[in-house]
């Protein structure tokens, strides 16, 4: 089962947070709330056409390489939505990342190994960093909006 809800903060901004389970066919649920934010929010249709793009990727490397012991975990997506900019956050409590990786390595992270570079050509910013409990993986990306 996911989880949505929505809070503000503190008059800066938007947060709107997603949480589901780390199986592909959910996915689609965090290009949805996007889609529903796109509308709700100034952002052009390429825009979120390449938002969509970039966050795919972000929940795909979650679902495929956070919990590969095989029990299924969580995903979490938030989207902070200021007047200029958006931020996307997806992170787990899987395997986590490893740092230490060889650039090889981590290129075999993902698909082809394109999955980060694709997040970094359509980011301004990417951050790839441990999850806040210090297990599991997060990653931040932000787009500007003007």
């Known amino acids: ?34 889609t529903g934010i796109g509308r709700a929010w100034p952002i052009s ?3 979120l056409a390449d938002l969509k793009l970039a966050l795919t990727e972000a ?7 956070a919990y590969a012991d095989g029990r299924v975990g969580m995903v979490g997506i938030r989207y902070e939505l200021f007047p200029n900019r958006l931020v996307i956050e997806v992170e787990d409590e899987g395997g986590g990342f490893d740092r230490s990786t060889t650039a090889a390595t ?15 050509a359509i980011a301004d910013d ?21």
């Open 1 to 34: 089962m996911s989880e949505a809800g929505t809070t503000s903060t503190n008059g800066r901004g938007h947060t709107v947070e997603l949480t589901i389970p780390a199986r592909a066919e959910y996915i689609t649920l965090c290009r949805l709330a996007l």
């Open 106 to 120: 981590r290129a075999e992270l993902t698909e082809g190994g394109l999955g980060i570079a694709i997040i970094r």
């Open 59 to 65: 929940a795909s490397n979650s679902v495929r390489h």
């Open 126 to 146: 990417v951050e790839i960093g441990v999850h806040p409990s210090g297990k599991g993986s997060r990653l931040r990306f932000e787009k500007s909006l003007e």
């Open 45 to 47: 249709d390429e825009v």
